[in-house]
């Protein structure tokens, strides 16, 4: 059973059609890239895969259940993460305290133990917060643990982002133009970070404009235009298909 | 490893001695005056003492929902309404529940009592709104309080109308019928300063164990980044009910303390300037902290009683003070405060964390 | 059967004064996104400046209502520019921009006791025959009819200003995108400055038609604020047609109510049908888009 199964999905913005009748799956351990040029609706799929719109038709399970038209926080604590494409922190706040925050549905204590700070809470927030530091430590930025958000340069926050989702324990990780905006030698690093995501068993889908970035870590690619699906298959079958290549490059001449 | 979580816990043990340290000298002040030791004694300045710790309950309450939570309300005169009437129709010995012949609770239970119908009348009616775009709360409350304020102005066989209730009873702490501890005293709110000041400490201690918890985290959350927050599975809808719930409560034993201390109330208090006074507290003082709703109370309630002679201009002056700090210092007085020691080097700037 | 026509009559006078407000907030909430609290207050105001002028100086009632309507719409225009704009520039946070639109009303609100007095004033009749017109076995006031009357006729010159003319579609288009519309060379700051003070004409407007049929006081902006609210709820929030049908539905209903029921109760029945829409079906009749989740 595929871990992310995408069926017939489509979706209507006032008679526009920006998503028609996707079919793809995701199994688990893939990273899975999702491209096509600009307006093609992935950040949509997205979207919906997490939660944020509810599809006009079709269906998403997730290990074998449905998701669709659930609220995002459901499908969040269900085991889906995201990252934004414009970055979407808690910028006044620490990147402690977004951490603590990216860690909601995963705390066990209740309102009792909020009110009156239990021994329950102190044991709870302890851990909490070691874990936090553990996946700051990881994608690399331990030591900006007690900064504001807004106050870390454009990588970092990107970082952030994604420790934000990854410490929640997802079982699929969802990365929104994770490379926007990266210079090489970033990219190369956030390259072996997603590398290493799924070492620690977290499935990936990566939507991606930079073509050497989704080729070289993908396992396979589903290549959207216009909101349908024209081709699906690993990196070198897409970079060989006719329909990929037409569609970001024009046809005609 | 660098222990900085060491250092904020120093900051935490500083904080919390110089908050219980404040808190002792007033209590220090006020026994002294009673006892003739500190200045002649003024009994106005108890009256004045209880108004402040009663604002400043009512605001931190607001500043649960608005500070923290982000959302706002226009209503919650129509709290402080629910605890005020409804501690005394459960406590008074002719009007309420002794109409109808049910023996009347203490004082000491009702008040705690109409906080709790006050928080869940809170929690339905911001329920249908917390799904709802953030403007629907606003116009909910203002009908909320239009809707309390006509409650106890149109019905006289309930509350007397415009008329009002007197002879509201007294709080006593009381035991098989002997009175441990008696907050009374007609003609002076000496003993009753305790009361408000024991209540006001300790739900700041309960603001402050919600907000450095997960459910104050979740708050915050919705406050920076709503779909951030749904995202990292926060459920807002609830999030922001139990903020409102919460908020509810703190100014809903505001005004039975009130009621109570008072001896009369009357529906004139609960108009929907009494939402804009409160919020003109807690703006001035500053949100989103601990310090600042008190500061705003304290200032506000030393204007309006400097300022008897000009009560007429009283709604006019809040109205251009709230625009002024809305234009000029959002943040407020604890702002104003932070950006000063910014200037002198300390961590200024605004962190409105869970801090 | 009179008494029929008559509270139909009451109620579509109420419905169009709720409808003069409710049209600012729709207009207001398309162009900025933002919600004005200052509407009902503004009506109050600019039905005092009609009194002051009509009643205290008088000055022939056209003159005085259009002489009103010049000021509102300065009124209107100067809190956009002066205050909101200076928020939205600060990139202020939504609660805050409405927070000073309740600053502004309570200003408002409060200027006007100081200035007027906090009693209820009255409007001599405007017409030189007062006497009422028949309809029917009714009998029903001229002021009455005028406020119907010139209320559909705003209504109605509003959709053609809105629809039919350069002006009016520009400002339709900034409402929907401001950066596209700058693109096409269209002043945002004049058309959304210019929004503001229409939604203050109009405010106005409604002020100074319900004030002969009814009273002024300065508590007459918040009453009928609160309800003209639940009116464009009901019609769906922010939808321009939406805010009419609402406020109409309302005047109706509130009126009935205080004829047949009881006068207690009918602002419960008002606020509880807003609650009742809020909780059934929040996108109101005319399916605004509400939802936040």
């Known amino acids: ?253 | 490893m660098k222990t900085l979580s060491d250092k904020k816990f120093s900051g935490k043990w500083l904080r919390r001695a110089l908050a219980a340290g404040i808190f002792a000298l007033v209590v220090l002040v006020v026994v002294m005056m009673e006892n003739n030791i500190l200045f002649a004694r003024n009994r106005y300045i108890y009256v004045l003492l209880c108004y402040i710790g009663i604002y400043s309950i009512a605001t931190s309450g607001l500043d649960v929902l608005f500070g923290y939570a982000g959302q706002i309300s226009f209503g919650h005169a129509g709290f402080f309404c629910i605890g005020a009437y409804g501690s005394v129709l459960l406590s008074h010995s002719e009007w309420g529940v002794a109409k109808l012949g049910i023996t009347p609770l203490p004082p000491i239970l009702s008040i705690p009592l109409m906080g709790l119908v006050a928080a869940l009348i809170g929690a339905l009616l911001s329920k249908p709104a917390s799904k709802l775009v953030f403007h629907f709360l606003s116009l909910l409350t203002i009908a909320f309080n239009q809707i309390m304020y006509l409650v106890v102005a149109n019905f006289p066989g309930l509350t007397n109308g415009f008329i009002g209730i007197t002879r509201v009873p007294p709080v006593k702490l009381q035991l098989f019928g002997a009175t441990l501890l008696d907050f009374t005293a007609v003609k002076s709110k000496y003993s009753y300063v305790f009361l408000v000041m024991a209540v006001l400490a300790a739900l700041l201690i309960l603001k402050q164990n919600i907000v450095r918890s997960k459910l104050g985290r979740s708050m915050i959350a919705i406050r920076e980044n709503q779909t951030a927050a749904n995202g990292c599975g926060v459920n807002i809808m609830r999030a922001k009910t139990v903020s409102f719930a919460i908020s509810a409560f703190y100014v809903g034993i505001a005004g039975g303390l009130l009621a109570h201390m008072v001896g009369f109330i009357s529906p004139d208090t609960f108009v929907q300037n009494t939402s804009v006074i409160f919020i003109t507290m807690l703006l001035f003082g500053g949100s989103g902290n601990m310090t600042g709703p008190i500061l705003g109370a304290l200032v506000i309630t030393f204007v309006q009683e400097s300022f008897q002679s000009l009560q007429d201009y009283r709604m006019l002056i809040y109205g251009t003070f709230l625009l002024a700090v809305i234009l000029y210092q959002p943040a407020g007085l604890v702002g104003l405060g932070r950006s000063i020691s910014g200037m002198f080097g300390g961590k200024g700037g605004a962190n409105r964390g869970a801090a | 059967m009179q008494m029929l026509i008559n509270v139909l009559i009451g109620g579509l006078v109420l419905g169009c004064t709720y409808g003069m407000l409710a049209l600012g907030y729709s207009l207001i909430y398309q162009a900025s996104g933002y919600m004005n609290f200052t509407q009902g207050n503004l009506l109050m105001f600019g039905a005092f400046i009609a009194y002051q002028l009509y009643v205290v100086w008088s000055i022939p009632f056209i003159i005085a209502l259009a002489g009103s309507l010049i000021v509102m719409f300065f009124v209107g225009w100067m809190m956009e520019r002066f205050v909101i704009r200076r928020l939205v520039r600060k990139k202020a946070q939504n609660v805050y921009v409405v927070l000073a639109t309740i600053a502004l009303s309570t200003i408002v609100e409060n200027a006007a006791m100081l200035i007027w007095g906090s009693n209820m004033k009255y409007f001599p009749s405007l017409y030189s025959n007062p006497s009422p017109i028949k309809i029917g076995p009714a009998t029903v006031s001229k002021e009455q009819l005028t406020c119907i009357v010139v209320a559909l006729l705003a209504m109605l010159l509003l959709h053609f200003f809105l629809n039919k003319t350069k002006f009016g579609t520009s400002m339709r288009a900034a409402a929907q995108n401001k950066m596209a519309a700058s693109c096409m060379g269209i002043n945002v700051n004049t058309t959304i400055g210019t929004t503001y003070g229409i939604a203050a004409v109009l405010a106005c407007l409604g002020g100074v038609l319900v004030a002969p049929t009814m009273y002024v006081s300065y508590q007459l902006g918040n009453n009928l604020a609160a309800k003209s609210f639940a009116g464009a709820v009901i019609g769906g929030y922010g939808h321009i047609y939406g805010a009419i049908i609402g406020s109409l539905f309302i005047g109706l209903l509130e009126t009935f109510v205080g004829a047949y029921v009881s006068s207690a109760y009918k602002e419960f029945i008002v606020y509880g049908v807003m609650v009742l829409f809020m909780v059934l079906r929040p996108r109101g009749i005319c399916n605004a888009n509400v939802y936040s989740v």
């Open chain 1, 1 to 253: 059973m595929a871990l992310l199964d995408v069926k017939d999905l489509s979706i209507e913005f006032s008679g526009l059609k920006a998503v028609q009748h996707l079919d793809f799956s995701v199994e688990k351990g893939e990273i899975f890239g999702l491209i096509g040029p600009n307006g093609a609706g992935k950040t949509t799929v997205f979207n919906m895969v997490s939660g944020f719109f509810k599809p006009s038709g079709g269906q998403i399970f997730l290990n074998g259940m449905r998701i669709d038209g659930k609220f995002m926080f459901e499908i969040n604590k269900l085991g889906i993460a995201r990252t934004y494409q414009n970055i979407n922190l808690f910028n006044n706040i620490s990147v402690m305290d977004n951490m603590l925050i990216g860690q909601h549905c995963r705390i066990p204590y209740g309102t009792f133990a909020s009110f009156f700070h239990t021994r329950k809470y102190r044991d709870c927030e302890r851990a909490t917060r070691e874990k936090a530091r553990e996946t700051l430590g990881f994608v690399g930025i331990p030591e900006r643990e007690d900064d504001q958000a807004k106050a870390l340069s454009y990588g970092e926050q990107r970082l952030l982002e994604i420790a934000r989702a990854l410490v929640s324990d997802p079982c699929l990780l969802l990365l929104d133009e994770p490379a926007a905006g990266m210079n090489p030698t970033e990219k190369d690093n956030l390259a072996r970070l997603v590398l290493e995501i799924r070492k620690r068993g977290v499935t990936v889908l990566c939507v991606e404009h930079d073509m050497k970035f989704v080729m070289g870590i993908t396992d396979r690619i589903c290549v959207l235009n216009y909101g349908q699906r024209i081709a699906l298959g690993t990196p070198g079958e897409m970079q060989r298909h006719p329909a990929v290549v037409e569609a970001y490059l024009g046809g005609g001449e």
